[in-house]
């Protein structure tokens, strides 16, 4: 790719871009006018930027796709599907639109969750004082262009000790081709308080589109959050998301995210560990084939001492696709006791399948415990041969083993019903693999 | 138990095996007819647990020389399910884990897969159930071991428990157990040989492959064969294996024309 031609993508967005007059808050056109210079100082990155050395996202450069326009004709019964019998509270994002009717909200009185126009009144200077603080986009344009294309956000606050024993659905749909969607999300745990919630992310047809999104989580002292997180676009979109983690005293932060979907998917997350004794449990399941590049990159990054973080990545990779993760675990001079793992495992599926994964420890204090690891293989044949001795076919004992790989990720997923689909995926994804 | 006229089950002539080239197995002659419980001793690296791994038909190894029937069947021919299906059945020494996999659910599945290749009746979820409980009462496992994943976290014990749950669900013509008492303790290698005894019937047979003596005490062998260097050398009744514990392999070495004079 040339970059003349990657300056062009942007161009053609800068130019489509204006402050809307009719939203009279002037610190979020403040934010929307940063951003959007900031995206006119960057480029879209390459596969020269050590960021994006595996993945190519030159073909986003050839498409020239419009934002979404809002698009109304979608009926609850349409999605019935999507629901999950778990969730009493839905907020669902057509293209990008919050659609009021196809969401659900029992009871405002305990949680506090809507889209921006509903809390722009209400909730200014919470709003003010969280939006666009975690996710840093200076240096990163798909979040520049997220945040100065922002025209709605689903947000959550988690009230002061308040438990919130259902998950809350966060449902982004898409449903037109050739079009750019800007989802965010914010999430706003305030102190002690718990919440689960899940970000999802579906197509109802196999198109090519964009989803752009950014997701912000705050947790104040010893909150505790859960963020399932499913990326299931169309096998032809492109799915490139932003998640900013902000970790106060005590609190407690725990993802588990499952990308299935789309052509080309890019996941960043970051977690700061801002205070001490801060927690968190990083889970992440890539299942892909046929042409399919999933690329996650994470950091974890203790700055106060006491901390503890977990994390666990799998990818199982079938056909010609290609998995990409980069993990990176910083623990800063001051964050003595921290106690941190990480491991990567990966299993490939076929001989033309491809993983790139890439754990990096960067620690600058010295009173650390601080282990990771990293594996990528193929099936053990003695594994094999123990289901074989027990009656099953070969290509069941590969299922199983594959499916087995999976599940484990999965298992952690606290909403059953979200669990049990998702198995199904697995299983009807990896049966009959040859390797 | 030695049954008078009964059928052979297993008819093994002069097999040999490699791995990676190397010769293991050199010559293997044996029958076994139902109702009989055979141990197979010897040193490690002699080649039984070499022996059981190819009779279960375990791809690493290469059949150079022999000829193994399995009642009617050609059992070299069949693919390691298809052993499983005409109801042979190893016990592993080190039985794999399987993190992710209910252990219920794995059972279940061997169980019903079992059942359909006899064109008998499979089980749902409830009634097998109940059916594995009744099976887990034999061998004093706990029913938390259904939930668990497959043999993940278990210990020795808990791990040769689960094989032979397997035996018994699974009711093999033939079983092979691969040191079934290593790394249990006394009560759970009571526990596990019960078992074992309990599932031993006049219609199958059972082969112990074993280091040491211990075990025959408790599951006691009508034959016992001795192996070295890949060739089985004598053969013997229970009396053997208390003549072998006492006396130590290298009396073996030493004696095998005298011994074999001596027993025959």
């Not at chain 2, 029958?31 to 001793?41: D, N, P, Y």
Request: aromatic fraction near 6%; include cysteine; proline fraction near 3%.
């Amino acid at each position: 790719m040339s970059e003349t031609v990657a300056t062009d993508y942007l161009d053609c967005l800068l130019k489509s871009w204006s402050i809307k007059s009719n939203e009279p808050l002037s610190w979020l056109n403040q934010l929307r006018a940063r951003a959007i210079d900031h995206v006119s100082t960057q480029r879209l990155p390459t596969k020269r930027d050590e960021e994006w050395r595996f993945t190519d996202i030159s073909a986003l450069t050839r498409l020239s796709f419009q934002s979404a326009q809002p698009h109304t004709s979608l009926r609850a019964q349409d999605i019935e599907h999507l629901y999950l019998k778990e969730a009493k509270n839905s907020l669902v994002f057509v293209d990008g639109y919050y659609s009021p009717q196809l969401s659900t909200h029992i009871d405002p009185t305990v949680l506090q969750i809507g889209n921006l126009s509903t809390f722009l009144s209400t909730h200014a200077s919470i709003l003010e004082s969280h939006f666009g603080q975690y996710a840093r986009f200076d240096n990163n344009v798909f979040a520049a262009l997220n945040t100065a294309f922002l025209h709605d956000c689903a947000l959550i606050i988690a009230p002061k000790n308040t438990v919130i024993a259902e998950p809350v659905h966060l449902l982004f749909i898409a449903t037109q081709s050739e079009v750019t969607s800007y989802p965010r999300c914010l999430i706003i745990g305030e102190s002690g308080s718990n919440v689960t919630f899940v970000e999802d992310y579906v197509s109802l047809q196999e198109a090519a589109y964009v989803t752009n999104s950014v997701t912000e989580i705050s947790l104040s002292a010893n909150a505790h959050a859960r963020h399932i997180r499913i990326q299931r676009e169309s096998a032809q979109a492109y799915h490139l998301a932003n998640c900013a983690v902000s970790l106060a005293r005590g609190s407690n932060y725990q993802s588990v995210s499952i990308s299935l979907g789309a052509q080309i998917s890019r996941y960043n997350l970051n977690v700061q560990l801002i205070d001490e004794a801060a927690e968190c449990a990083i889970d992440g399941l890539a299942l892909i084939s046929s042409n399919q590049l999933a690329d996650t990159h994470t950091s974890i990054d203790h700055i106060k001492p006491n901390g503890i973080s977990r994390q666990q990545h799998k990818c199982i990779v079938n056909d010609k696709a290609h998995a990409v993760f980069n993990g990176k675990i910083i623990v800063r001079p001051h964050a003595q006791q921290t106690n941190s793992s990480q491991s990567s495992r990966n299993l490939l599926l076929s001989k033309t399948a491809q993983i790139d994964t890439k754990p990096q420890l960067e620690i600058f204090a010295d009173d650390v415990k601080c282990a990771h690891g990293a594996t990528v293989g193929q099936l053990d044949q003695e594994e094999i041969f123990y289901l074989q001795s027990r009656g099953l076919s070969e290509a069941t004992a590969r299922s199983l083993l594959t499916y087995a790989f999976g599940a484990e990720i999965i298992d952690r997923i606290s909403v059953s019903s979200l669990r049990q689909q998702l198995e199904q995926t697995v299983l009807n994804q990896t049966r009959g693999n040859k390797l | 138990m030695i049954v008078n006229n009964s059928k052979t089950l297993l008819l093994v002539q002069g097999l040999r095996a490699s791995i990676n080239g190397t010769e293991i197995l050199k010559g293997i002659d044996l029958t076994v007819k139902s109702g009989e419980i055979h141990a197979i001793m010897g040193l490690n690296g002699s080649g039984k647990s070499t022996l059981a791994k190819v009779l279960a038909g375990h791809a690493a190894y290469e059949i150079t020389a022999g000829t193994v029937r399995f009642e009617d069947k050609d059992l070299l021919e069949l693919a390691p399910e298809d052993r499983a299906r005409a109801g042979l059945f190893l016990a592993f020494q080190y039985p794999i884990e399987i993190p992710g996999v209910a252990n219920t659910q794995f059972l279940r599945l061997a169980y019903n897969t079992i059942q359909a290749q006899r064109g008998k009746e499979e089980l749902d979820p409830l009634e097998f159930d109940d059916f594995v409980r009744e099976k887990m009462k034999l061998l004093d496992m706990n029913p938390d071991f259904l939930d668990r994943s497959v043999n993940e976290g278990f210990s020795g014990g808990e791990k040769k428990r689960n094989e032979i749950l397997q035996m018994a669900l699974l009711e093999p013509k033939l079983s092979i157990l691969d040191e079934m008492d290593s790394g249990l303790d006394i009560d759970a290698l009571k526990t596990v040989a019960n078992g074992v005894n309990q599932i031993a019937n006049k219609d199958n047979a059972t082969i112990l492959v074993t280091h040491y003596q211990r075990l025959l005490d408790y599951v006691v062998p009508d034959f016992v064969h001795i192996m070295q260097s890949g060739s089985i050398v004598l053969t013997g009744g229970k009396e053997l294996a208390l003549e072998l514990e006492t006396r130590g392999y290298d009396w073996v070495t030493a004696n095998k024309r005298s011994i074999a004079g001596a027993i025959a």
